[in-house]
């Protein structure tokens, strides 16, 4: 709809970057939609290994958050935008084997 969400990861213990989990024995290709107007933040890492997630909405967003997504399948649509950046120095913690996977595909 058009209201306004900002979710965030925690940024310290195991789960730190974590956003959402998706329980790596769920039924395969389940959907998880993540869904909002120009007033959404969602900053950390959704994982869902064995499902489809879906960002849906219309505008870029207004806050800083920046999703990372480690997903199955990936689906976009509407009209907005989704830039993918990570600055270690100012974004949320990635978990360390994060971390060393995103090095070696940098």
């Known amino acids: ?4 969400i900002e979710l965030s990861a925690p940024t310290t213990g ?3 970057g974590i ?7 769920n039924t395969p ?3 998880h939609s993540f869904r909002g107007g120009s007033n959404k933040s969602y ?13 849906v909405g219309n505008g870029a ?5 920046t999703p ?3 997903a199955w399948q990936f689906r976009m649509s509407g009209n907005g ?3 993918i950046e990570y600055d270690p120095d100012n974004s949320f913690p990635l978990p360390e084997v994060m971390q060393q996977k995103l090095a070696i595909l940098q």
């Open 1 to 4: 709809g058009n209201g306004s």
């Open 14 to 16: 195991d789960l730190a």
């Open 19 to 25: 956003l959402f989990f998706e329980d790596r024995d």
């Open 29 to 31: 290709l389940q959907a």
């Open 43 to 55: 900053s950390g890492v959704i994982y869902v290994p064995a499902g489809v997630a879906g960002y």
């Open 61 to 65: 967003g207004s806050g800083s958050g």
């Open 68 to 70: 990372w997504f480690i």
């Open 81 to 83: 935008e989704l830039n």
